[in-house]
């Protein structure tokens, strides 16, 4: 037997997903997780611990009246649902080496993330819909041999149902 994992996750540990009578909607939930490896091989113990959080909340607007103009300069009145979002998310990763009888332990990887995500849904027809949305995830490490990092994320999507 070369090795032992453990792995214990309370995914949400606490959650909550509510939505008023008004369409305002609230999302709360803390995960947690911690993997163990024992390797017999080269006598060292890996830790691995992960905390993260989130944070949204949204707003749903029944039958909002957009006017649209065509090329040909015909006016056309959409009345559909447009439903706005936001995220935000928390993340904490660390990783822990403990080689038996060889001093302290060593933190060999980690990482705080943090993430917001904010987002348009327009609802053009049943098998129509548009989203805006925006993604920023920040990455801060936490040890010196790698670099902090921004990833952005943005744009449009059609999506279009074939089946109602």
Known sequence: MPSITINESLSPLI??????????????DFKMSRTLTMSFADFQMVQINSKSFTVGAGYKIKG????????????IRLDNDLSFRFDFSYRDDITVNNQI??????????ATTITIQPSVDYIVSKRLTVRLFYDESK????????????????GITFRFSLAE
């Open 64 to 75: 909002l009246k957009l006017p649209f103009k065509l090329p040909n300069g015909k006016k």
């Open 139 to 154: 990455t801060i490490p936490k040890i010196s041999s790698t670099y902090p990092t921004t990833n952005i994320k943005s």
């Open 15 to 28: 959650g909550i997903d509510a939505t008023t009578k008004k369409n305002i909607t609230f999302k709360f």
């Open 101 to 110: 009888d060889q001093g302290p332990p060593q933190i060999t990887q980690g």
